[in-house]
């Protein structure tokens, strides 16, 4: 085929694929239903917040921006969940090749490839569950992605994640979460609060913090990216961890037991007056992965006098919580 001809034909490709593209998105436009349908507010004379209601489906759902949440929030966010986020148009190439080539290599699922905007597309079509790894599910949240960035700017779609986000329970969105666990407004997080936000959606009944305060759970394995040298420490540990809410909280902790005093508040006991917040919060995280690294290690050793005991059953875990708690 002549140069020419071949020119003409990826033209005649081109209009075609983008008529059909503008067609798909006038006839199946995206349903913002449900990032519309959210609590209502009753607030102040300078719009400070003083009661919410329900929504009708039952959910604490408070509209967030991006100007509502503090910055590092968003940095741990693009880190850990869609570090090209600025970049792309909805759809990652090079993470979809990534975890194509990883799911050729080892026969399974390693990594996924789902960015910011497929998550809010998700979001807001809950039919597009989470569980599934489809991949007509996947091909759909890619082109509801790529039509959310045609429509919208990075600043609407990222409103729409920070709105609808599961929590917990009943609550969506980083402004609910931010007022009912810690009581104050996305913008004025700490580090370590804000890194336990960034998890929580993962697996938001496990890690929830108002449920397991002094349980902590990891997340689902998966590998955080880059992340920011100021930010590091505290993410790894809030992310694979998930903080104790008394840790991640300015208030007192729990009562501990008689003689014991919780790493993380001697940490923050510790720490220099003058030391800025980030500093404290940094070695409360510290002082809280450490706590949680030495009961993972008393953890085995009981589960190994379980199974040389040779106990099965009720009768294995009590052993275990007992032999746990005793050290």
């Known amino acids: 085929m002549k140069p020419k001809g071949l020119l003409a034909s990826l033209a005649v490709a081109a209009t075609t694929l983008a008529a059909t593209a503008l067609t798909l998105d006038r006839l199946f436009p995206p349903d913002l239903q449900r990032y519309l349908d959210r609590s209502t507010e009753v607030v102040d004379a300078n719009g400070r917040l003083l009661r919410a209601f329900t929504t009708e489906d039952g959910k604490w759902r408070l509209k967030a921006s991006v100007d509502d949440v503090d910055p590092v929030y968003l940095s741990l966010l693009k880190a850990y969940e869609d570090r090209r986020f600025d970049l792309h148009w909805g759809v990652d190439p090079l993470a979809a090749v990534r975890a194509a080539q990883q799911l050729a290599e080892r026969g399974r699922v390693v990594s996924g490839a789902s960015t910011l905007s497929m998550q809010a597309a998700r979001l807001l079509e809950p039919h597009l569950r989470p569980g599934s790894r489809s991949f007509t599910t996947k091909l759909i949240q890619s082109a509801r992605a790529l039509q959310l960035e045609w429509r919208y700017s990075k600043r609407d779609v990222l409103a729409i994640y920070l709105t609808l986000a599961p929590m917990g329970g009943n609550l969506e969105g980083v402004r609910a979460a931010s007022l009912a666990y810690f009581g104050k407004e996305p913008r004025q997080l700490s580090v370590a609060e804000a890194a336990l936000l960034v998890a929580l959606p993962q697996s938001p009944e496990r890690n929830r913090p108002d449920r397991f305060p002094m349980n902590p759970r990891p997340p689902p394995r998966r590998p955080p990216t880059k992340v920011p040298t100021m930010f590091r420490k505290t993410l790894i540990a809030a992310l694979a961890l998930t903080l104790p809410l008394w840790a991640l909280a300015e208030g007192p902790a729990?009562?501990?037991?008689?003689?014991?005093?919780?790493?993380?508040?001697?940490?923050?006991?510790?720490?220099?007056?003058?030391?800025?917040?980030?500093?404290?919060?940094?070695?409360?995280?510290?002082?809280?992965?450490?706590r949680n690294q030495s009961r993972g290690a008393a953890m085995g050793a009981c589960t190994k006098k379980a199974a040389d005991q040779k106990l099965e059953g009720l009768e294995r875990k009590q052993f275990i919580a007992g032999c746990v708690n005793g050290q």
């Open 254 to 290: 729990p009562a501990a037991k008689a003689g014991k005093k919780p790493a993380a508040t001697a940490a923050t006991a510790a720490a220099p007056a003058s030391a800025g917040a980030v500093q404290k919060n940094r070695m409360v995280a510290g002082a809280a992965l450490q």
